[in-house]
């Protein structure tokens, strides 16, 4: 397959550049399957998130920040990221991003595997960052239904292309996306 285009944030070009240009931009990612590193701490972790933005200070300022949202990772600080709950080792990812303040946080279906009341905190933390800190928020999600409830705008995919986007309550009035992706 082809590709061509450019690829730029913030008015910066991040085309060719590595993943560390795209973080000291202000992009951060939680990727599918949470890419925790489970043999360390919750600490450790969220350590990890702050390295891009100078640790020792970033993460002094931004986990106080961060345990608001999660409360109980301060509790549980020390405890091994790998023998986390699932919906406890998605929100330390979610967490981990969030320590590097970014303007731009990505996140590849969230609401894999987990029980939905977790999927409901975890877009709830979301929208709320996004309302309260003005973060731009993009995500991939398979549950048309979270996704357009969380979303302002959405697109929906079919075959690497786009199919039809916009407002996201007009989507789910769309007869198609409504029959398709949403089951009424």
Do not use: C
């Amino acid at each position: 397959m082809r590709q061509s285009g450019e690829i730029a944030f913030a008015g910066k070009q991040l085309s060719g550049a590595g993943p560390d240009k795209a973080a000291r931009s202000g992009i951060a990612h939680v990727p599918e399957g949470r890419g925790l590193f489970a043999e360390l701490s919750v600490w450790e972790n969220l350590r990890m998130g702050a390295y891009v933005r100078g640790e020792r200070r970033t993460i002094r300022r931004e986990a106080p920040r961060v345990f608001e949202y999660f409360p109980w990772m301060e509790r549980r600080r020390d405890q091994q990221a790998g023998t986390l709950s699932g919906g406890e080792q998605q929100m330390l990812a979610l967490a981990r991003a969030l320590v590097s303040r970014p303007r731009l946080l990505m996140l590849d279906e969230p609401s894999l595997g987990l029980a939905p009341t977790v999927v409901q905190e975890i877009f709830r933390i979301v929208k709320e960052l996004n309302a309260n800190d003005g973060l731009t928020v993009l995500v991939v999600e398979q549950n048309a239904n979270v996704a357009l409830e969380a979303a302002s705008r959405a697109y929906v995919l079919e075959v690497g292309q786009v199919a039809i986007g916009g407002d996201s309550a007009e989507l789910r009035k769309h007869e198609g996306v409504r029959k398709s992706y949403l089951g009424y």
